[in-house]
């Protein structure tokens, strides 16, 4: 695992855009997995700044969702789905039909489930996936023992996320759903590439425990250490507890 820190989250924009910029220069059509929450803004603001400039041409790229929140309307505003066409696809002008992603509305979530991990192998993996990580230390919505093998499935969230996500509810942790789908920490490790961007002081013992403590369910993001290529991008407060 490799640890980059960087003096703060627009710079943590920027190195980031400028590795997925240099994947699409060597590989046009990359999947490139996303991630929503606050924490990918700057590295989707970076990168749309280079698509505008001409520096980089996302017009092959695949963009696949990491999560999504069961039982919401994929036209809801806050639905991921709905999220990534606002923050990630319009601003780089890629239309749906280059996205990949489960479906939250599914009558069947198992089986919606199992059709994601499917499209994904078949669209050839994700070769860089792009994570944010919990204040408990989960990614995607993989929450603390959630088994590190795990595939993509429905998952409970603990009231901590739904506390910390009622922020785009209107402040009301009674309107964030209970339940979503996530790609498995299994899911996640097939990417060819993992990269974890962490910023603020808030992140700091989840950054810790990802980077310096033992790989353990309680912890799922310390599953990078097991990946033969993640970087874990940080700022200096979110690295402000790392030895
Ligand atoms: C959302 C996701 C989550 C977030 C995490 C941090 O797609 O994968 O794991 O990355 O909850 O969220 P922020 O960045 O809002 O602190």
Redesign the pocket.
């Known amino acids: 695992m490799e640890v980059v820190i960087v003096p703060d989250a627009k710079a943590g924009g920027e190195l980031i855009a400028e590795a997925m910029a240099k994947l699409l220069g060597r590989k046009p059509d990359a999947v490139l997995g996303v991630?929503?929450?606050?924490?990918?803004l700057p590295v989707y603001e970076a990168l749309t700044a280079k698509v505008r400039s001409g520096a980089v041409d996302v017009s092959r790229a695949r963009i696949a969702q990491?999560?999504e929140y069961v039982g919401l309307p994929a036209a809801h505003p806050e639905s991921?789905r709905s999220v990534l066409r606002r923050e990630v696809l319009e601003p780089l002008g890629i239309g749906m039909d280059a996205f990949l992603g489960p479906d939250g509305e599914a009558a069947d979530v198992r089986a919606a489930c199992e059709a994601y991990d499917r499209a994904l192998a078949a669209a050839g993996g994700v070769d860089l996936q792009l994570?944010?990580?919990?204040?408990d230390g989960?990614?995607?919505?993989n929450e603390p023992c959630s088994s590190l093998a795990s595939r993509t499935r429905i998952k409970t969230l603990t009231e901590q996320?739904r506390v910390?996500?009622a922020r785009f509810f209107d402040g009301d942790v009674e309107q964030v759903p209970h339940h979503v789908i996530?790609q498995g920490i299994g899911t996640i490790l097939e990417a060819r590439h993992l990269v974890l961007l962490a910023t603020g002081e808030g992140?700091a013992d989840a950054v810790a425990a990802t980077v310096e403590g033992p790989v353990a369910a309680v912890c799922p993001a310390s599953a990078l250490q097991l990946h033969p290529h993640a970087t874990v991008v940080v700022d200096e407060a979110a690295a402000s507890k790392l030895k």
């Not at 991630?35 to 990918?40: D, I, K, N």
């Not at 994570?131 to 204040?135: A, K, Q, R, S, V």
């Not at 989960?138 to 919505?141: A, D, M, Q, S, W």
């Open positions: 991630a929503t929450g606050s924490t990918p990491l999560d991921y994570l944010g990580i919990g204040t989960h990614i995607g919505f996320t910390d996500n996530t992140k």
